[in-house]
């Protein structure tokens, strides 16, 4: 069946004034943007969590396969069986797994075994990438890319948290299969990353980093 295209719909061009402001007014807003490990049990809003959830949705994909799922995880008891699994994870890269110049670059910013905020914070979002999709046949549609599909997503969606006005982190314990059995989620999902969303704590601190200028992360040919 041959593809099927129509016109460009929706773009906006903007005289190039108004281009330069718009990307620099979008790279200040962004560069505020903090990790944050210290958060508030206080609740999302309602309506808040589900327009991020779908632009993340809007990203490219390999064949626009869309290799994506995403669980939110509010239920306090599901957020506990996820920190106790996560925390095992955790103290075994912490005291056997990790290489000792691993362990030395995590000193800076203090972290350890111990995840609270997979407890405290109101939310979870557990990120999924779809090695293959099953038709409503059975049979499978192999995806392709899916790492980069999944990562550009995953992006967006914490550009999209940041936009709305919360803090998230982005968990990796290693493995993360536990995600799969507490979530009932099936075999051709394998976790990608936790994102923890909320607001942050009263008294959240976070650890004084810089980032690394123009001309050592681009190159102008």
């Known amino acids: 069946m041959p593809p099927t295209f129509v016109p460009l719909p929706h773009y ?25 490990r210290d958060f508030s049990s206080r609740p999302v809003p309602p309506g808040v ?35 106790e699994a996560a925390e095992v994870e955790e103290r ?27 407890e405290d914070a ?19 549609v192999k995806h392709y890319y899916v790492a980069e599909s999944v990562g550009i997503a995953t992006g967006l969606l914490i550009a999209a948290v940041h936009a709305a006005g919360l803090v998230s982190l982005t968990h990796t314990p290693s493995p993360m299969g536990f995600l799969n059995t507490i979530l009932g989620r099936p075999a051709n999902e394998r976790p990608f990353l936790l994102l923890v969303v909320g607001y942050p704590a009263a008294d959240a601190r976070v650890p004084v980093i810089t980032k690394k200028p123009l001309d050592r992360i681009a190159s102008f040919v």
């Not at 490219?60 to 239920?75: I, L, R, Y």
Request: hydrophobic share 40%; net charge neutral; with cysteine.
């Open 12 to 36: 906006r061009e903007h005289p190039p004034d108004e281009m330069a402001r718009r990307a620099e007014a979008f790279y200040r807003d962004v560069a505020r943007r903090r990790t944050v």
């Open 49 to 83: 969590i589900d327009p991020c959830l779908l632009a993340a949705g809007t990203a490219p994909s390999g064949a626009n396969m869309q290799p994506w799922h995403f669980v939110v995880v509010t239920d306090p008891a599901v957020k506990r069986r996820i920190q």
């Open 92 to 118: 075994e890269f912490y005291e056997r797994r990790a290489p000792a110049e691993w362990l030395e670059a995590l000193a800076a910013l203090g972290t350890d075994a111990n995840k609270p905020f997979l």
């Open 122 to 140: 109101p939310a979870l979002i557990a990120i999924f990438g779809e090695s293959y999709g099953v038709r409503p046949d059975g049979t499978h």
